[in-house]
C-alpha cells in the first residue's frame, strides 16, 4: 500500500509524459503538426462509427485516446539500461516483452517500459521502446573499443535524477515536491543535445558501421528519438500527411487495414536531417548533420493469443515472400495487395477471433445480466451467458510492439538502402542479465488481464467462476 502522502506512480509517468510531449513538440515541430492531424482524423472517426465510440466508452479507452503515445530510445551500456529500469520504475514502469532487431540489421535488442495492470494502464499508457546497443556486434575491433570508450565517459543521468532515484527507492515513493522535481531532472535525460561529444571523423566511422550506433554513441544521452500518438485510422493519417507537409514513410508496418484491426499497425514521417557540432581534436567545432528523429503514428488492435500470434506471424511472411523483395514506394500498392489477400485467412470478426481463441478480450455484465442475478445458474457457461445478453465482450487492446515492425521503422524512415546484417542470435538471457531484472512476458498479462475480466463478472452475477 502507498503511504499516502506519495504521489502515485500513475500520476508521475502521465506528468513525465504530457513534460515530454511538449518538450518534444518544442524540438520537433513537425510532430505538434502530426497530433494535431491524428486529433482531427480520430474526431471525425468516432464522430461517423457510433459503434466504435460505443465500444471505447464501455472500455474506457475513449479517456485516454488523447494521451495514448509511446517513445522510443536507445542506450549503449547496462550501467544506462539498469538506472533506466529504476527510473521507470518510479513512474511504475516495469520492463514487458523482448524483441530482437538483429534479424533486420539493427544492432540492438530492446524491452517496453510500461504499466502492468490495466488499471494503472487506463490513467496513463505512455511506455518507452528501449534498445540495447549490442556492442559485440561491431566486428571492427578498434572501432568497438572507441564506441566502448565514449559510453564509459559519459553520465546520461543528472546527479538529482540520480538522487531522486535512490530517495524513492528508500522512501517507497516521492511527495508532491519530489515528484514534480523527478520529472523535470528525468526530462533532462531525453533532451536533444546538438553538440556532439565525438569528432566529425569519429562520426562518420561510427555511422559507417550503422546509422544507429553513431545515434547511440556519439551523443551526451539517448535523446528521445520518436514519440507515438494513437489514431483510429492509420490510413486516413498517412494518406492525409503529404497534404500537412508531412512526409511519410512508404509503407504502413504490421497487418493489413481490416474491420476488426489486430496488433499494431504504424507509420511516420521521415526522421529530420538536423545540424549538430562536433568537436575536433584541437578543441574547435565543425558544422555536421545527424539524421535520427521522427513522429510516428500507431493504430493499436486487440491483443493475440499465441495461436493467434503463430497465425499472424505466418500470414505476413508470405505476403513478404510473396513480394520477394523489401517493400518500398514504389511497390506499395502490391505489397498491400499481398498482405490483404494472405490475410483473408484471418477472422476479421470479434466473435470469431474470440471462439477460436486467436485473441484476448475484457468480458463486463451487462444491465440485463444484472437484474438477472438471482435467476442465474450456477452451471451457466460464458457462452450460455453472452447468448443471453448477461455478458458482453470487448476486444483487449494490443499495448506492446512487433519485432518486425519495430525494425521496420528504425529502417524505413532513416533513408538509405545499406542494412548491415549481423549473425548474432537472439540474446534474452544476455539482455536480462545488462538489464538486471527478468522481462515480463506480454501473453501472460493479457491472460491474466482477460481473467480478471471473467472474475469480475462472475461475482457480479454471483457465480463462482467463469471460465473462457
Not at 511538449?22 to 462509427?49: C, F, H, W
Request: proline letters at 4%; glycine letters at 6%.
Amino acid at each position: 500500500m502507498i503511504d499516502q502522502h506519495f504521489v502515485s506512480p500513475n500520476d508521475i509517468r502521465a506528468k513525465f509524459s504530457l513534460a515530454m510531449s511538449a518538450m518534444y513538440q518544442q524540438e520537433v515541430p513537425l510532430y505538434g503538426d502530426l497530433i494535431e492531424l491524428v486529433a482531427e482524423t480520430n474526431r471525425e472517426v468516432l464522430s461517423k462509427d457510433s459503434a466504435l465510440a460505443h465500444g471505447l466508452q464501455i472500455t474506457g479507452e475513449i479517456g485516454r485516446l488523447s494521451m495514448e503515445r509511446h517513445g522510443a530510445i536507445r542506450v549503449g551500456t547496462a550501467a544506462e539500461l539498469q538506472t533506466l529500469r529504476r527510473l521507470f520504475a518510479v513512474m511504475g514502469m516495469s520492463p514487458v516483452g523482448y524483441y530482437d532487431l538483429t534479424a533486420a540489421g539493427v544492432p540492438v535488442h530492446s524491452t517496453a517500459f510500461r504499466a502492468v495492470h490495466e488499471a494503472d494502464l487506463q490513467v496513463s499508457p505512455f511506455r518507452i521502446f528501449t534498445s540495447l546497443l549490442r556492442l559485440e556486434l561491431i566486428e571492427n575491433v578498434a572501432l568497438r573499443e572507441l564506441a566502448q570508450r565514449l559510453l564509459d565517459r559519459r553520465c546520461i543521468f543528472t546527479e538529482r535524477a540520480l538522487e531522486l532515484i535512490a530517495l524513492h527507492e528508500i522512501q517507497g515513493g516521492l511527495d508532491a515536491e519530489q515528484a514534480q522535481e523527478f520529472v523535470a531532472q528525468a526530462l533532462e535525460t531525453f533532451r536533444w543535445h546538438r553538440l556532439a561529444t565525438v569528432s566529425a571523423s569519429e562520426y562518420q566511422q561510427l555511422h559507417n558501421q550503422h546509422r544507429l550506433i553513431a545515434d547511440i554513441v556519439a551523443f551526451k544521452g539517448p535523446h528521445i528519438n520518436h514519440l507515438t500518438p494513437r489514431t483510429l485510422d492509420i490510413d486516413r493519417v498517412q494518406a492525409a500527411m503529404p497534404e500537412r507537409g508531412i512526409p511519410p514513410k512508404a509503407v504502413i508496418e504490421g497487418p493489413p487495414t481490416r474491420h476488426c484491426p489486430i496488433l499494431l499497425r504504424q507509420t511516420s514521417f521521415k526522421a529530420l536531417e538536423e545540424q549538430v557540432l562536433f568537436i575536433e581534436p584541437d578543441g574547435h567545432q565543425v558544422v555536421g548533420h545527424h539524421t535520427a528523429r521522427f513522429g510516428e503514428i500507431e493504430q493499436r488492435g486487440v491483443a493475440l493469443t499465441a495461436k493467434g500470434r503463430a497465425l499472424y506471424d505466418r500470414l505476413l511472411q508470405a505476403a513478404q515472400d510473396a513480394l520477394q523483395v523489401p517493400a518500398t514506394e514504389d511497390n506499395a500498392p502490391r505489397y498491400y495487395q499481398l498482405l490483404a489477400e494472405h490475410f483473408q485467412a484471418f477472422p476479421d470478426d470479434y466473435n470469431a477471433l474470440r471462439v477460436q481463441q486467436l485473441a484476448w478480450f475484457r468480458y463486463f455484465p451487462t444491465e440485463c445480466g444484472l437484474a438477472a442475478k438471482e435467476t442465474v445458474e450456477q452451471h451457466s457457461t460464458l457462452e450460455q451467458l453472452i447468448a443471453l445478453d448477461y455478458i458482453r465482450f470487448q476486444p483487449l487492446v494490443y499495448e506492446d510492439f512487433l519485432p518486425v515492425s519495430a525494425a521496420g521503422i528504425f529502417q524505413s524512415n532513416l533513408g538509405g538502402s545499406h542494412h548491415a546484417q549481423y549473425a548474432a542470435s537472439s540474446s534474452r538471457a544476455a539482455f536480462e542479465q545488462a538489464l538486471g531484472a527478468g522481462v515480463i512476458d506480454e501473453l501472460a498479462l493479457y491472460q491474466q488481464t482477460q481473467q480478471r475480466s471473467l472474475q469480475a463478472c462472475a461475482q457480479a452475477l454471483g457465480l463462482h467462476a467463469l471460465e473462457a
